[in-house]
Every structure is written in structure tokens, then in C-alpha cells.
């Protein structure tokens, strides 16, 4: 790792990705190239020390990148996933254990409300508390055509989105001190909706006018929400459904910076609007985008 100065265009891969594709949910150590969750380049400086998080969708991409900054900087991280990603999330229960951070693993699927509930307890028993939760698992499938959008991936997108994000939130209020955060992802297809994912865009529409009432509501606890809003992101999601496969190569390449972004290029918001650093941050929208406005 070097602080020299980078030019954003090239400072992570540029090129055309090669056309791949995975069942849902798909391991990120499968993917060519694999995205960079900043396993080699993170340095932290003690931000959060002490702290305790919550990460849904630790696994991989961009929750992956926060946990491993989230280690970095001094926390112990819970992360949470399907049993399906065991071997991605092992990944980063070492990486995180190399800091001398305390790693939870809590397999579970976030559609069963009995799982999830039990979740933000199991998380911040073995924890020692929560400081932190990033509501940040998310599923995307793309279809073309509404009339052939099942029912059942109607209710699975909006169970995993943003339904389960109510189920943790009010048990994670039992744990959040004053100066806790609560921070989601949400996307740039809130307020840019593609045509192929009106079940997705919706819950991510909603995911931000969650967040910001949310954080409303809980000011005077002096528990702050913001969500983050990433464009074209190099994620398993994509390679499993999210994106027309004959989309991939070209993925990210629009953008004014001309590229896919990696995960490892969000961790460093989802410290700040953890850390102390944020405490006059509340109810906003964080876009990491490459370059697309959200508005
Ligand atoms: P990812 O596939 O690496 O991470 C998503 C994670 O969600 C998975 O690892 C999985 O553990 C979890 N998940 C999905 N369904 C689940 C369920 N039913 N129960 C428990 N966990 C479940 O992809 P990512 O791109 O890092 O996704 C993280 C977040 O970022 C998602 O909310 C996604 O919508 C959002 N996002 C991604 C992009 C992008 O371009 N990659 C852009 C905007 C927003
Ligand atoms: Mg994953």
C-alpha cells in the first residue's frame, strides 16, 4: 500500500470483464477477476476502536470491503450471509482475525423473520454488544418484461431488501448506544430505475425513504442512519442473475470514470458514517457512483 497519487481511471482494473455467470447466490473467490475488497491495500487508524458491528451480506463485495476495514480500524465485526457462502465468509472471518478483531459468523437466510430476529441477538451476545449495524445483503435478479416477473421474486426481493431491514432494526434497538449507527446500502437505481429491475429498484427506493425516516425517528436516541448509494459495483451480484449475462463486459464502462467500481472504493464512507468523525451526519445519501448524480 502507497499514498502516492492515483489516477481513478486506471487505479483499479479497467479492462472488459469476461462473460461469466454463477447460480444465485454466487461465490465471489469464482469470479475473474475477483473484486478487490481492499484485503491488500485497507489501512486502518483506529476509527473504531473498540466497537462492535453487525454486517448483513459480510460475505463478499461491498459488505466484505466494510468488514475488512471495519477489523481494521480497531472493531470487532459480526458479519451475516447464506449458508451457500460459507467459504467466502471464511475468507473473511480470517482476514478479519488477523487484525486480532473477533469474528461472529451467523449464517441465515434474512427472508425468515425468526432468523433474522435471532440474528441481532446471537450477534450481540458473542459480541459483547452492537455499535454498528449495516443493513447492507441484498438480492437483484434482472427481467426483462414485467409480465414475467414471478411473484415469488416480487416477494423474495422485497423480503430480502427491505422488509427484513424493519425485523433487525427493531431488535437491534435493545443494543445501539447513543453515538450507534445504523447505515444501509442502498443504489443508484433508487433514484435512476433500469428498466430490468423494477422489483429491485423499488426496494431500493424504499430502502432510502426508510433511511432517512429512520433516522428521524431515532435523532433524539443519538442514533444516526445514512445509506450509501453505489453505481455499477464489481460484485457477485452481478454475475448471477443481476445483470444480462451479454451485459457483463461492458459493466461499469459508462461511468465518467470509465470503469467498474471495486468494493474496496466504498469501505472508507461506511467508516466515516460509523465513526465519531460523522456525528453531524444523519439521514443522508452517500452515492459512490463513478459518476451518475443521485437526486
Ligand atoms: P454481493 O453479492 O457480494 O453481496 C450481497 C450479499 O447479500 C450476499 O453476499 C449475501 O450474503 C447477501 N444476501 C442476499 N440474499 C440474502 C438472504 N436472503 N439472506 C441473507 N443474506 C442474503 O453483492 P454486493 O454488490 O456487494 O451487494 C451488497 C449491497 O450493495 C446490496 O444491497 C446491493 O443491492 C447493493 N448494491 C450493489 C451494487 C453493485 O453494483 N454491486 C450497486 C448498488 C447497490
Ligand atoms: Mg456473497
Redesign the pocket.
Known amino acids: 500500500m502507497t499514498d502516492k497519487i492515483e489516477n481513478p481511471l486506471t487505479r483499479f482494473y479497467d479492462g472488459k470483464f469476461e462473460k461469466q455467470a454463477q447460480e444465485?447466490?454466487?461465490l465471489?473467490q469464482k469470479m475473474n477477476p475477483i473484486?478487490d475488497c481492499g484485503e491488500s491495500s485497507y489501512q486502518g487508524s483506529g476509527k473504531l476502536t473498540g466497537r462492535k458491528a453487525l454486517i448483513?451480506?459480510?460475505?463478499?463485495?461491498?459488505?466484505?470491503?466494510a468488514a475488512i476495514a471495519y477489523a481494521r480500524e480497531g472493531a470487532d465485526v459480526a458479519?451475516?450471509?447464506?449458508p451457500f457462502?460459507e467459504a467466502?465468509?471464511k475468507e473473511v472471518k480470517t482476514l478479519i482475525e488477523a487484525q486480532g478483531r473477533k469474528a461472529v459468523l451467523v449464517?441465515?437466510?434474512?427472508?425468515?423473520e425468526t432468523?433474522?430476529r435471532k440474528l441481532i441477538h446471537e450477534a450481540a451476545e458473542k459480541l459483547g454488544g452492537l455499535d454498528i449495524l449495516v443493513?447492507?445483503?441484498?438480492?437483484?435478479q434482472s427481467v426483462a418484461k414485467i409480465k414475467d416477473l414471478s411473484t415469488q421474486q416480487i416477494m423474495?426481493t422485497y423480503?430480502?431488501?427491505i422488509i427484513?431491514m424493519y425485523w433487525a432494526v427493531q431488535e437491534a434497538l435493545d443494543y445501539l448506544p447513543k453515538g450507534g449507527s445504523i447505515i444501509?446500502?442502498?443504489?443508484?437505481?433508487s433514484a435512476e430505475p433500469s428498466s430490468n429491475l423494477l422489483d429491485?429498484a423499488a426496494?431500493?427506493g424504499a430502502?432510502t425513504s426508510f433511511s432517512k425516516g429512520l433516522a428521524a425517528q431515532l435523532a433524539a436516541s443519538g442514533i444516526r442512519v445514512n445509506t450509501?448509494?453505489?453505481?455499477?459495483?464489481?460484485?457477485?451480484?452481478?454475475i448471477?442473475g443481476?445483470q444480462p449475462a451479454e451485459k457483463i463486459p461492458e459493466?461499469?464502462q459508462q461511468e465518467l470514470i470509465g470503469r467498474?467500481?471495486q468494493?474496496a472504493e466504498l469501505a472508507a464512507v461506511y467508516v466515516f458514517l460509523a465513526s465519531n468523525e460523522a456525528s453531524y451526519v444523519t439521514g443522508q445519501v452517500y452515492s459512490i457512483t463513478g459518476g451518475s448524480f443521485f437526486a
Open positions: 444465485a447466490p454466487a465471489q473484486p448483513t451480506g459480510g460475505d463478499s463485495g461491498i459488505g466484505r470491503a458479519i451475516n450471509y447464506l457462502e467466502d465468509a449464517p441465515g437466510d434474512l427472508k425468515e432468523f433474522t443493513l447492507n445483503a441484498g438480492m437483484q423474495d423480503t430480502t431488501n427484513s444501509t446500502t442502498t443504489s443508484i437505481q429491485y426496494t431500493k430502502i450509501v448509494a453505489p453505481g455499477p459495483i464489481w460484485t457477485a451480484l452481478q448471477c443481476g459493466f461499469g467498474a467500481g468494493p
